[in-house]
Nanobody, 124 residues
């Protein structure tokens, strides 16, 4: 079992930045690909970014490419999401997840574990 706890959310003005963290425990963090998803009010949860366990290759949703950066520190069992140039449409609850090996990790069914989420609100 892997436990995931997100932190770092909050209220920020449009154009500002936030850095989310996801602390993992109870499993072998370095063996999982990890991802960030988000869910805005009235919308389905959507893929934001993912990072591989080995090599650290990344992938992003088109809506955040060039503004968000996903990274991980396997020594600290922590996943990060640096969010810059935030827009009002980035407002959502952000979730981190641990993805099964060898999957693309862009779809929710490919994830075995989820955190409880952290709220990000961008004011315009």
């Amino acid at each position: 079992q892997v436990q995931l706890v997100e932190s770092g959310g909050g209220l920020v003005q449009a154009g500002g930045s936030l850095k989310l963290s996801c602390a993992a425990s109870g499993g072998t963090f370095s063996s999982y690909a990890m991802g960030w998803f988000r869910q805005a009010p009235g919308k389905e949860r959507e893929f934001v970014a993912r990072i591989r366990s080995i090599g650290g290759s990344t992938a992003y949703a088109d809506s955040v490419k060039g503004r968000f950066t996903i990274s991980r520190d396997n020594a600290k069992n922590t996943l990060y999401l640096q969010m810059n140039s935030l827009k009002s449409e980035d407002t959502a609850v952000y979730y981190c997840g641990a993805c099964r090996p060898l999957y693309l990790c862009r779809a929710q069914p490919e994830y075995d574990y989820w955190g409880q989420g952290t709220q990000v609100t961008v004011s315009s």
